[in-house]
């Protein structure tokens, strides 16, 4: 077995697409107010109060406030890049040989597949959240009791066959069509 792990990690999309929209506000506002200085000959109000509130003291409280606000949202966004995100994959079963992963969307075709194939579910929809499977199954049946036992027994099968360590916790709602 190698020393480097498979899991992956989500993209750190939220902190670049944030950081992106305050860019492009920015640059959308600079704009703006250089095509009202070309047009009218002077600047707009809002050119003023950014050149008041750059001429503020650096003691001054409006200074301090807009300083706090920067840092906090610096740390923030700092925060979003560097700590890790959950898991996308579990580990899968697998020979001694060979290192594999499955997805969360994989975890959930593999019991959508098997749940659907089972007499009496005429579909199935299933979301893994976490260390939690939910599974929806549609049934043409009214008495679903022995049903919701099968269908549960079976995600556990799969996820047990499949993935290696322990087997998320299932939840079963079954959803008569009739």
């Known amino acids: 077995m190698s020393n480097h792990s498979l899991s992956r990690r989500p993209a750190r999309v939220t902190p670049a697409t944030i950081v992106a929209l305050v860019i492009a506000a920015a640059g959308a506002g600079l704009v703006t107010l250089a095509v009202l200085r070309l047009s009218n000959g002077t600047w707009p109000g809002a050119a003023t109060a950014i050149a008041e509130f750059g001429a503020q003291a650096w003691g001054a409280p409006l200074v301090a406030a807009g ?3 920067a840092a906090v949202i610096g740390l923030v966004l700092l925060l979003c890049a560097v700590l890790p995100g959950r898991p996308s994959s579990r580990p899968a079963r697998s ?3 060979v290192e594999a992963v499955v997805t969360r969307r994989g975890i959930e075709r593999l019991v959508e597949h098997r749940v659907g194939g089972i007499d009496g579910v005429s579909t199935c929809r299933a979301r893994v959240r976490g260390h939690k499977v939910s599974v929806v ?6 008495d679903h009791s022995d049903l919701s036992t099968a269908v549960s027994a079976a995600s556990e099968n799969v996820l047990r066959s499949a993935l290696d360590g ?3 916790r299932i ?3 079954m959803v008569s069509s009739s």
């Not at 199954?137 to 009214?142: D, K, N, V, Y």
């Open 95 to 97: 020979t001694e040989s």
């Open 137 to 142: 199954a549609r049934t043409p049946l009214r």
């Open 166 to 168: 322990s087997v998320p």
């Open 67 to 69: 300083g706090a606000a």
């Open 171 to 173: 939840t079963v709602r």
